[in-house]
Antibody
Framework: EVQLVESGGGLVQPGGSLRLSCAAS????????MHWVRQAPGKGLVWVSR????????TYADSVKGRFTFSRDTAKNTLYLQMNSLRVEDTAVYYC????????????WGQGILVTVSS | ETVLTQSPGTLSLSPGERATLSCRTS???????LAWYQQKPGQAPRLLIY???TRATGIPDRFSGSGSGTDFTLSISRLEPEDFAVYYC?????????FGQGTKVEI
């Protein structure tokens, strides 16, 4: 069974840092593109970042470029999102998401983890 | 960036009725790389439709997708109580991938 489990969320002050983790099971990260998607309270879905299956290429939304870093540990089958210089507008539920095989997009989602940036 | 506009914002229907949701894109979506997701309160989104008209694994056939180019539609033939939720369209042909703002289907 495919599972994605996020952790590491919580309350942080503006300007602070947080690292999210996403533990994957039931498949290997080496075979899939992976993404982070966020959703501010009561708002819609916004794509944040993507890493390719071979881990060589990472892209970011303009709103987080230079502040967030998406990485992975294939030995642990775990993804990470290092978030620095956090802003109030980064407050959201963050989802770890898998691209499916072929043209299938976002076929597996984690349960989401809440990040609150507030003083 | 490709902008997706969903309409209506809210659709008020009863169980057994047909729902028709629209998604218009600011640019032509190549290869019909348009998906639909369902999200219930407190849950992660779930993939319903990809490639504009292909149902994802396990999705009931009362859900159907159609359209191409810049105009896409999600139809739910007969609403079941569990179908009342928010629906998002997404394009994955262009980077960055973008979502519509959502349509809420309510009783």
């Amino acid at each position: 069974e495919v599972q994605l489990v996020e952790s590491g969320g919580g309350l942080v002050q503006p300007g602070g840092s947080l690292r999210l983790s996403c533990a994957a099971s039931g498949f290997t990260l080496n075979s899939y593109w992976m993404h982070w998607v966020r959703q501010a309270p009561g708002k819609g879905l916004v794509w944040v970042s993507r890493i390719t299956a071979d881990g060589t290429n990472v892209t970011y939304a303009d709103s987080v470029k230079g502040r967030f870093t998406f990485s992975r540990d294939t030995a642990k089958n775990t993804l990470y999102l290092q978030m620095n210089s956090l802003r109030v507008e980064d407050t959201a539920v963050y989802y770890c998401v898998r691209d499916g095989v072929g043209s299938i997009p976002f076929d597996a989602w984690g349960q989401g983890i809440l990040v609150t940036v507030s003083s | 960036e490709t902008v997706l506009t969903q309409s209506p914002g809210t659709l008020s229907l009863s169980p057994g009725e047909r729902a028709t949701l629209s998604c218009r894109t600011s640019q032509t979506i190549g290869s019909d790389y348009l998906a639909w997701y369902q999200q219930k309160p407190g849950q992660a989104p779930r993939l319903l439709i990809y490639d504009a008209s292909t149902r994802a694994t396990g999705i009931p056939d009362r859900f159907s997708g159609s359209g191409s180019g810049t105009d896409f539609t999600l139809s739910i033939s007969r609403l079941e109580p569990e179908d009342f939720a928010v629906y998002y369209c997404q394009q994955y042909a262009n980077s960055p991938r973008t979502f519509g703002q959502g349509t809420k289907v309510e009783i």
